[in-house]
């Protein structure tokens, strides 16, 4: 969370709340029983425990037991070099999540951030902030982040901006046809009118407002920057070559898929999963949150 | 005066993004020499002696001035490691992928036209449904991972396929995720234009349901073909990178990763500049296109929808 928005709107639902005292409740009733938030929980905290739960080395090698088939004690298998596929698999994800998790919330500091920041300034600054999110917008969002690798080089703290950066154009878009519409409404132009600065202006009426649509963009950003994560790691440009995750595991199994299927069947299935359910989650908190289709 | 907007718009968007790749190229920590020092064993005075016959050594802004007046003729520089001009490369490798791109495009857009139509004049049908279905798919399941699921399934498992080479899965994979993004605005807007009344006068004066639907319905869909091909190409140039590198696939692709595990700047800068100013000139088409379908846009009315 950017420190504008502060320790007094912890999470979506009192965001939601703050003005609508009715509905906090509601939603948090609404959402705590939800199967698929459930489902959520559960594959996050099953990747998070993962060295807990399942001692094996993601990195050891056994030469002997190269493309070996699922049975104990690698009950999903090894892969080309003899590795754990189950343990690889576990360790890939808690980088892919930190890293997706990572991207979203900075194209959220960036995009809004930064927008709202410059917007607050003034036209001066506005101008050019947005000229460049417009250009960032018109570059393909897989070109972009290739071209920022190759400028970052390889490492996690590399992906995790080239992601964030892909994805701060539509927060800042979001956060910018806020403000127009708040700033027209009478209680702002009462507030600009009674003395309140811009920034009291800001963050007391416009951050509000704002919150809910970027919680939800947030919401719809998570799945996808798991999934560029994973495509540009198979391309062989996110994290070095010795870090364990989906779409290296995803690439080293490639040439062996006629022998071992296993390879990249677990992480290729674990993908789809971990993006399905989280673009699902996303859509729900969708809306949850769409103040187009709660009553007015 | 409406065309000259745009057209000047893309076009300084075009430049900003070649300049910008330009630069970010160029900030890669280490050069081509370097690899190909490492790997032919030169000294240190051999590898400079290389950089300053490929001008590695210039300041960027006159190298920059020395690679646009040279693109301006059509010539890219050289591939640091192959040796050979970077447009034959290019030339070579871009059938290819212009095939994978067009087919997919193609199959994508008749299918989404195909299916708004009809869900707009079938609306108690099956269709909408498959519309909605179509497009929770595209956005919920990434192309990658049906890539690898059609790999696994119909390749290895059934052994329909085989598993490198082959253009039906990625067209096929493709063309429904392109299907899906466009089919339910589409569907949408002919919707609100089959419930609209002058369809009700065109049905009460006797034309035919084929006559309505050619004449009157379809030619709304170019504005929102417009309006979403943007997003649209964006993503299919990132699919088509994917697809060939999963299906073993030549192609530009191919190429750019080959050229980054290379370092090899004037094919890596050329392929994401390529693309990037197709994607620009096909937008640019799609407005102009658009403008031309619905004259009521040439006279200053509102232009088409920033997508969504």
């Known amino acids: 969370m950017p420190e504008g928005i502060g320790p007094s709107l912890p999470t979506p639902a009192l965001v939601l709340g703050a003005d609508r005292p009715g509905d906090a409740g509601e939603a948090l009733q609404r959402r705590l029983p939800d199967p698929l938030l459930l489902a959520v929980a559960v594959v996050v905290a099953l990747i998070l425990a993962a060295p807990a739960l399942l001692p094996a ?91 920022l690798l190759v400028a970052l080089g390889a490492g996690v703290g590399p992906v995790v901006v080239a992601l964030g950066v892909s994805f701060a154009p539509t927060m800042a878009q979001l956060a910018r046809a806020a403000w127009q519409r708040e700033r027209q409404a009478g209680y702002v132009e009462a507030a600009v009118a009674s003395g309140g600065t811009t920034w009291t202006v800001l963050r007391r009426h416009i951050l509000p407002n704002v919150a809910g649509v970027l919680v939800t963009q947030l919401a719809i950003v998570l799945p996808r920057c798991v999934t560029s994560e994973s495509v ?22 490639l040439p062996f898929v006629e022998r071992a299927p296993h390879a990249m069947a677990a992480p290729a299935a674990a993908l789809g999963l971990l993006t399905l359910i989280l673009a699902l989650a996303g859509d729900r908190v969708r809306r949850h949150l769409d103040p187009l289709r709660r009553p007015a | ?20 790749v330009f630069l970010l190229v160029r900030t890669i920590p280490g050069d081509a020499i370097d690899v190909l020092g490492i790997e032919g064993d030169l000294t240190e005075e051999e590898m400079a002696g290389r950089r300053a016959e490929l001008g590695l050594d210039r300041p960027w802004i006159v190298q920059f001035r020395l690679w646009a007046e040279a693109a301006l003729t059509g010539d890219l520089g050289l591939s640091l490691r192959f040796n050979r001009p970077v447009s034959d490369m290019l030339l070579y490798a871009a059938p290819s992928t212009l095939t994978l791109a067009g087919l997919s495009l193609s199959l994508g857009v008749v299918l989404a036209v195909t299916l708004a139509v009809g869900a707009a004049i079938w609306p108690g049908g099956f269709l909408p449904a498959l519309v909605q279905a179509l497009n929770v798919w595209s956005i919920a399941v990434p192309t990658f991972v049906v890539g690898l699921a059609a790999i696994l399934v119909l390749s290895v498992w059934l052994g329909w396929l085989p598993v490198r080479g082959q253009l039906l899965s990625p067209v096929l994979i493709l063309g429904l995720d392109i299907a899906g993004q466009i089919a339910k605005p589409l569907h949408e807007e002919l919707k609100e234009v089959a419930a609209s009344p002058f369809i009700r006068t065109a049905r009460a004066k006797g034309l035919s349901r084929r006559a309505i639907v050619l004449g009157h319905v379809l030619p709304n869909a170019a504005g929102v073909l417009a309006a979403v091909a943007g997003l649209v190409l964006g993503g299919l140039v990132g699919g088509a990178l994917t697809m060939e590198v999963l299906f073993g696939l030549p192609g530009l692709g191919s190429i750019a990763f080959q050229a980054i595990a290379g370092r090899d700047y004037p094919v890596v800068q050329a392929v994401i500049i390529i693309f990037a100013l197709a994607v620009i000139v096909a937008n640019l088409l799609a407005d102009l296109a658009h403008t031309w379908a619905d004259p009521r846009l040439a006279s200053g009315g509102a232009g088409p929808g920033g997508g969504g």
Do not use: K
């Open chain 1, 57 to 147: 080395d993601p990195l050891a090698q056994d030469l002997f037991a190269r493309n070996a088939p699922p049975g104990p004690p690698a009950w999903l298998g090894r892969d080309n070099l003899g590795r754990d596929v189950l343990a690889r698999l576990l360790a890939g994800g808690r980088i892919t999540l930190a890293i997706a998790a990572g991207a979203a919330l900075l194209s959220l500091l960036f995009g809004a951030g930064l927008g709202l920041a410059a917007l607050a300034a003034g036209p001066w600054a506005s101008g050019p902030v947005f000229a460049v999110f417009d250009l960032v917008r018109a570059m393909p969002s897989i070109l972009l982040a290739l071209s």
């Open chain 1, 232 to 253: 540009l790691s198979f391309l062989g440009l996110g994290v070095p070559p010795e870090v364990p995750t989906w779409g290296r595991m995803i690439a080293a199994a």
């Open chain 2, 1 to 20: 005066m409406r065309l000259a907007g745009p057209i000047l718009r893309q076009l300084l968007t075009a430049l900003a993004i070649v300049l910008v």
